[in-house]
């Protein structure tokens, strides 16, 4: 499987997409550069996703940057053996809590093989992670994106990218995830880039980065 790890396949993708819907040219000239944020895949990658369910980025960064210094290194089993005081201090909520141990748990216990899901297929590995509870698609599919390099997600259940597709396309109100999702489609096989153009596109008419990695 050809997977999205360079800038040069972040380019090539977007060549594609502009050449195949001449409704992403003027996203694309508003974007301007867009970013690569690929980080290596395991547990404290999608560790620092879960942290950044439904919160702002740079709150977001600010926890988990505590949670680093509290649990270091940041493994299944170092988070299992650490004291529960650890997501208070960091400022992770009940829910997070929950949903890091439980996933730690399955990472010892083997049922989940983060390295692996690049070796995966997308519909397998999102099936895999949202068997944990507390993680849901749009968890899934932004670790496959940015620690697995998977070249066709798009995570419609994001505001964000409903936003950004629904304001460069014209489509009042914005559209829901299942809307964005069919919208997503015309855009296969190179939904990631597409998804990452987006994302660009909001930052510059909302003039902040929406992106779920720093």
């Known amino acids: 499987?050809?997977?999205?790890?360079?800038?040069?396949?972040?380019?090539?993708?977007?060549?594609?997409?502009?050449?195949a819907d001449p409704?992403?040219?003027?996203?694309?000239?508003?974007?301007?550069?867009?970013?690569?944020?690929?980080?290596?895949?395991?547990?404290?990658?999608l560790a620092g996703i879960i942290t950044s369910q439904q919160v702002s980025r740079a709150s977001a960064d600010a926890i988990f940057a505590r949670f680093l210094a509290l649990v270091d290194p940041l493994t299944p089993e170092t988070l299992l053996?650490?004291?529960?005081?650890?997501?208070?201090?960091?400022?992770?909520?009940?829910?997070?809590?929950?949903?890091?141990?439980?996933?730690?748990?399955?990472c010892v216990e083997g049922r989940i093989r983060l390295d692996a899901m690049r070796e995966h297929p997308a519909e397998q590995a999102i099936a895999d992670l949202t068997a944990?509870?507390?993680?849901?698609?749009?968890?899934?599919?932004?670790?496959?994106?940015?620690?697995?390099?998977h070249p066709d997600i798009f995570p419609a259940h994001d505001v964000a990218l409903q936003t950004a597709v629904g304001d460069a396309l014209a489509i009042?109100?914005?559209?829901?995830?299942?809307?964005?999702?069919?919208?997503?489609?015309?855009?296969?096989?190179?939904?990631?880039?597409?998804?990452?153009?987006?994302?660009?596109?909001?930052?510059?008419?909302?003039?902040?980065?929406?992106l779920p990695l720093g």
Do not use: N
Not at 27 to 44: M, Q, W, Y
Not at 172 to 182: D, G, I, Q, V
């Open 172 to 210: 009042a109100p914005r559209p829901s995830a299942k809307a964005l999702a069919k919208v997503a489609e015309a855009w296969s096989p190179h939904r990631s880039v597409a998804a990452r153009l987006f994302w660009a596109y909001y930052a510059v008419i909302r003039r902040r980065d929406a």
């Open 132 to 149: 944990v509870p507390g993680i849901g698609p749009w968890t899934a599919e932004v670790y496959l994106m940015f620690c697995a390099g």
């Open 23 to 45: 409704r992403l040219v003027p996203v694309h000239a508003a974007a301007g550069e867009i970013p690569l944020r690929l980080v290596p895949p395991g547990f404290a990658s």
């Open 81 to 106: 053996a650490a004291p529960e005081t650890v997501f208070r201090e960091a400022g992770q909520s009940r829910a997070k809590q929950r949903t890091l141990l439980a996933l730690a748990q399955a």
């Open 1 to 19: 499987m050809r997977r999205i790890e360079t800038l040069e396949h972040v380019g090539e993708d977007l060549d594609a997409l502009v050449a």
